[in-house]
Every structure is written in C-alpha cells, then in structure tokens.
C-alpha cells in the first residue's frame, strides 16, 4: 500500500515523474506568488502546481472515480503530462536497447510504457489529499541543465516517505521531470533493469507488444521474473 500511494502520488505530482509530477500546502517555504502565464515555472512551482491541480481534480470525486478509471487516468494525463518529459524517460529506461530500437519502436514503447504504469497505479491516487506532500527548501541551480526537487509524502499513519523528482531543462527553457526516486529507489534504474532483462528474453519488439497488449499485467509479470532471478 505504502508504495502504491507514494509511486501514484509521485507519478501524478512529478517530478513527475511528471514525470510527471503545490496543492497540498507547502511546509518548508510560503508557496510563491502565482506567475504570469507566459513566464517559465521553475521546478519548485511546478511539483507545486500539479498537487494544487491534483487534489483539486479529486476532491468530491473520489466515488465516481472509483468505478471510473478511464476517467482517474485521464486526470492524471492532464494533470502530469504536460509536465513529463516521457521520450527522454523512456529512452532512459530502455538503456542500452534504445540504440538498437527504430525511432517507431520508441515511440511506441514510451506511450504502452506509460500507460501500463498510469493503469497499474492509478487506484492509489484516490487516497490522496491535500496537505500529504511537503516540498523541501529548494538548493538547486537553476542555471544547471539539471535538478532535484525534494518533498516528503504524508502518509495516514503520519510517516514520512521521502520523493524527490529529477527534473531536465529543455531547450526553450521548461523544466520536465524525467524521474521519481522513492526512499532512494530510482524507478528509472528499477525499471531498466527489469526491461533489459525482459529485452534479453522475449526480445524488443515482443515486450512493447506485450506492454500494448497486457498493459499493468506485463509489469508485474516482468516485476516477479525480476524478483525472483537468483
């Protein structure tokens, strides 16, 4: 349960994630004044906004949700996306095999990819509220081409769970996440190492059809093989 929440928050608020991907009060720091709508967000403001947006978007809809999750999985698609930079995560993850893949097969990887990870955690957005993100006291340079933003998670029982989001800058100057390290755990690595060992097996284009086809289940399917490898 702890992971669920956390990876559905941490997709949903990124980073992500985005990548994701605020609403939930800011502790560590006063929320900065609202930007005009031409100007840049930086990292901070943008984990921040997608929190706002999120709890937003599920606040008197958690019923209707429940039995919806085409309609749970379209918030997150509006809410996060945007602010995802999914192709780079997706090569990321690919590791070495995205040399090997054309430029069809990666874009098709990128989308079933997402969408099997949207799919497969979605349910836990719905235990999400305001006030369970807190963004730590940001550090980063924002000239850098890249930086981390740091929040805790708040979870029902009051543990902290530490997520913190790897964002990249883009060429005209937004910041995107690109990753969701949880508790020290890069689900980029966690998941490149599953998709090489499934690459290495079935072969590139049978696992993104797999993904298309089986979306959440080839996850877990690749999880267990994963897990259970001496």
Not at 12 to 33: H, K, L, M, N, T
Not at 52 to 80: M, P, W
Not at 106 to 113: G, P, Q
Not at 211 to 227: C, H, I, P, R, S
Request: net charge neutral; aromatic share 8%; no cysteine.
């Amino acid at each position: 349960m702890l992971r669920n929440l956390a990876f559905a928050t941490a997709t949903a608020i990124a980073i992500a994630i985005g990548i994701g991907i605020a609403a939930a009060p800011v502790f560590a720091q006063d929320a900065p004044a609202a930007a005009p709508a031409q100007a840049l967000q930086t990292p901070v403001q943008v984990v921040q906004s997608i929190a706002d947006q999120l709890a937003t978007a599920i606040e008197g809809h958690r019923d209707e949700l429940k039995h919806n999750q085409e309609k749970l999985i379209s918030v997150i698609d509006e809410v996060f996306l945007p602010h995802f930079d999914l192709d780079y995560a997706s090569i990321l993850v690919l590791g070495q095999h995205a040399r090997e893949a054309t430029p069809a097969q990666r874009e098709r990887f990128a989308k079933a990819f997402y969408n099997s990870i949207t799919h497969r955690y979605a349910e836990g957005l719905l235990n999400y509220t305001r006030g369970r993100v807190k963004v730590l006291p940001f550090n980063g340079d924002l000239n850098d081409k890249r930086t981390v933003v740091r929040t805790q998670v708040v979870l029902d029982d009051g543990k902290l769970v530490s997520i913190d989001y790897a964002f990249r800058k883009g060429r005209s100057g937004d910041w995107k996440a690109y990753d969701v390290i949880i508790e020290g755990i890069s689900y980029v690595t966690n998941y490149r190492n599953q998709v090489d060992a499934e690459i290495r097996k079935v072969g590139i284009e049978q696992l993104i059809t797999n993904l298309e086809t089986q979306g959440e289940k080839a996850l877990a399917t690749m999880a267990k093989d994963n897990k259970d490898k001496p």
